[in-house]
């Protein structure tokens, strides 16, 4: 049996498509399709020009275009690396950090940081819809997708509602399957997404660097009877998180 190899594309100054974008389209297909694995180092930008004749700025341009994307990563000493794919939530559904995980594949998990009955700070009381003086029970956790930190969680919950969490183990706790099965129904939810840095301890706790980007996400959860159940935000490593919104006309 005769093994037939795989014709290697290369860009075609013929074409209207800028020369790269025809690059990047062949590199980023190297990385969808298992050729390059995440953790693996690219070749030079010497060997790409070799290997595809073209110029160092097409090629300069291809990388660069797929590090905004977070497809490569370039290190400082160390050559361009491919990144781990991201995990990409769809808004428009209203889910919980483990559901959302079980659905991309993923094994959720949590390191417990913080449980504690607080006097709400004044912005949680009014996302709670709470008087001023109210307790709240807050839990602050860190996030794992396949035990790699992802997130750093923390959530605010009336007291009546934080009831339901007695006698649970809050390391593993998936609060609204906890709540549904104690008869309280959610409805729908208000999100705001904004950017933030990574304070020192937080950057411990995901293994990144301080002041790292990350994207943080406010979440207002309501029961079907319309009242706030849940004030939270999370920071999410933007290396690998992000989200998708589908907008139709």
């Given at each position: ?145 396949n035990n790699e930190p992802i997130a750093i969680e923390q ?95």
């Open positions: 049996m005769i093994n037939k190899e795989r014709i290697e594309p290369i860009p075609d100054p013929r074409l209207p498509t800028p020369l790269y974008y025809q690059l990047q389209t062949i590199l980023n297909a190297k990385i969808d399709n298992g050729d390059w694995q995440p953790g693996d180092l690219i070749p030079t930008e010497n060997e790409l020009i070799k290997m595809y004749n073209v110029s160092r700025t097409t090629v300069r341009e291809a990388i660069n275009a797929l590090v905004n994307e977070g497809k490569l990563e370039k290190r400082q000493g160390r050559g361009t690396t491919v990144c781990k794919p991201k995990i990409v939530e769809t808004l428009g559904h209203l889910t919980g950090f483990s559901e959302e995980m079980i659905n991309k594949g993923y094994e959720p998990g949590a390191k417990l940081l913080l449980e504690e009955r607080i006097v709400a700070p004044d912005k949680v009381a009014e996302k709670l819809n709470l008087a001023k003086g109210a307790e709240v029970y807050h839990i602050k956790r860190v996030r794992h997708a959530t605010y919950w009336p007291l009546e509602i934080a009831q339901y969490f007695a006698g649970e183990d809050l390391s593993t706790a998936a609060f609204y399957s906890l709540i549904e099965s104690n008869g309280v129904q959610l409805k729908d939810a208000e999100e705001f997404i904004s950017a933030s840095a990574a304070s020192k301890e937080h950057a411990q706790h995901l293994d990144i660097k301080e002041n790292t980007p990350l994207l943080k996400l406010e979440r207002i959860t309501y029961s079907l009877r319309g009242v706030p159940v849940e004030y939270c935000f999370n920071e999410f490593r933007s290396d690998r998180y992000n989200y998708r919104v589908h907008l139709q006309r």
